[in-house]
């Protein structure tokens, strides 16, 4: 079993920046880490994932946050960051940080891929 921690949530001002983690426990190893965000009377999205594999860490964004946030992740710390940058309100959501840890391709991008979810973190974002 893993148990994700968000820390890092907030509020800016649009144009501020963010960083976000996120550290995992458990003996089970996660093939990939990422985010997924859900704003107030939306769906939940996906964000971005950072995944392992054996010709390296791959990272893959959502289009609406491709050229502003960053992802990274510690293998040795067993965590991972989201730096937003360029913030606008439409980034306003609570981000939950996800891993996966089932055999397969490991870039989820949408929840059923997700084996473990953190409680999230609130992002404010104002005008």
């Known amino acids: 079993q893993v148990q994700l921690v968000e820390s890092g949530g907030g509020l800016v001002q649009a144009g501020g920046s963010l960083r976000l983690s996120c550290a995992a426990s458990?003996?089970?190893?996660?093939?990939?880490m990422g985010w997924f965000r859900q704003a107030p009377g939306k769906e939940r999205e996906f964000v971005a994932v950072?995944?392992?594999?054996?010709?390296?860490?791959?990272?893959v964004y959502a289009d609406s946050v491709k050229c502003r946030f960053t992802i990274s992740r510690d293998n040795a710390k067993n965590s991972v960051y989201l730096q937003m940058n360029s913030l606008t309100p439409e980034d306003t959501a609570v981000y939950s940080c996800?891993?996966?840890?089932?055999?397969?391709?490991?870039?989820?991008?949408?929840?059923?891929?997700?084996?473990?979810w953190g409680q999230g973190t609130q992002v404010a974002v104002s005008p």
């Open positions: 950072a995944a392992t594999i054996w010709s390296g860490d791959t990272t």
């Open positions: 996800a891993a996966r840890t089932r055999l397969g391709n490991p870039i989820f991008r949408v929840s059923s891929d997700v084996d473990y």
């Open positions: 458990g003996r089970s190893f996660s093939y990939s």
